[in-house]
């Protein structure tokens, strides 16, 4: 079995807008429990199981199906990555960055690399340095947190991402350019072949070169520097008023195969928008239509906005998605990229997965 991405996506039923049901984790464990190690398909039934454990958020189960594959296979690098995404999340992080460091080893991402200067081992100083975006963009605005750690290091940073973080990612002030993914050939990361760098990096592996061991890691300051001017401009654009500002995102990526259990309605807001002096902004700026229908005025304010800005040919990026959560008090989401922005600007914020995976259980 090729990982945990096609388990998930044949468990979740994507395409299908559903998440898998308890019951259907439960028994792929089970199974797992009572396999013949011996088995020709034992360690399909291992990825399996470890797949079903992760959405329940049993990390052990998850690591002891994960153990029996390396046991079969110790050069997994697959499994040597998704066990180290299961030790991060039980709080093991010194070995849990270790492992996920595994995953620049397997093939898919080494064909991304093709070309590329030498890998950092997170030691060495140079000239230059080129980071890339190898993850989500939420991962990637919250790696960015060490941008300016690298940046003493080496003379040239260099980083390549998605064209909607592009923006955001030039106001951290550390980067001598800002390269958005742009006519690819025969890898993703095909535009940055050629440039003149001692070494690659991966955006997420910057946690672990630089710490990131901590279940609560040294706080820093906002790294993301934005224009007071755009801030002012959003606040007068929006209309808010002297009230309390909430921003409240229900909704990720639903190409993703967690999203069925991050994602949530827009009308589990309902008790917290009655309480009085409280005023709600929707940062879903692709929302269904009347989707947010149950909220206030402001339900749909960053989606006419997004819409607004596209027709004038200036396309809404996550610029200006930051200088919206900047004019909040307070930050209400699900596990997204509203979520590490808002972290990265120092806005109080609350994630909601779990209230999102609670309403799953009751599926």
Known sequence: MAGFDESWSRLAGIGEGRAPREATLVDRIVVAGEADPSAGNYKDVMWSAASAADWLGRHQTALRSLDAVLQIDPDDHQAHYERGLQ?????????????????????????????????????????????FSDQGDGDAIMALRY???????????????????????????????VIPFLGFSGSKYGSI?????????????????FGAFAPDPPS?????????????????ELRFSEGYRVGVAWRGNSGTPRDPVRSFDAEEFLPLAAVPGVEFFSLQWESGDGEADCLNVHGKEIYRL???RNRRGIPWTFLDTAAFVASLDLV??????IAHIAGALDVPTWVAEEMAVELWRRV
């Open 306 to 308: 997004a819409r607004s």
């Open 332 to 337: 209400i989401t699900c596990d997204s990229a």
């Open 220 to 236: 820093l300051p906002p790294y993301f520097t934005l224009d007071p001017a755009l801030v002012a401009n959003m606040q007068r």
């Open 193 to 209: 072949k050629g440039l003149e760098c001692d070494y690659h990096v991966p955006v997420m592996a910057l946690p672990g070169h």
């Open 87 to 131: 030790l991060l999340m039980a709080g093991k992080f010194p070995e849990g960055w270790t492992e996920y460091s595994r995953l620049y080893q397997t093939p898919k991402q080494v064909r991304k690399v093709d070309g590329f200067p030498p890998p950092w081992d997170g030691k060495a100083d140079g000239e230059g340095i080129l980071v």
């Open 147 to 177: 941008a300016r750690e690298l940046k003493k290091r080496f003379g040239r940073v260099i980083f390549n991402c998605d064209p909607n973080l592009a923006d955001l990612a030039k106001t951290i002030g550390c980067f001598e350019e």
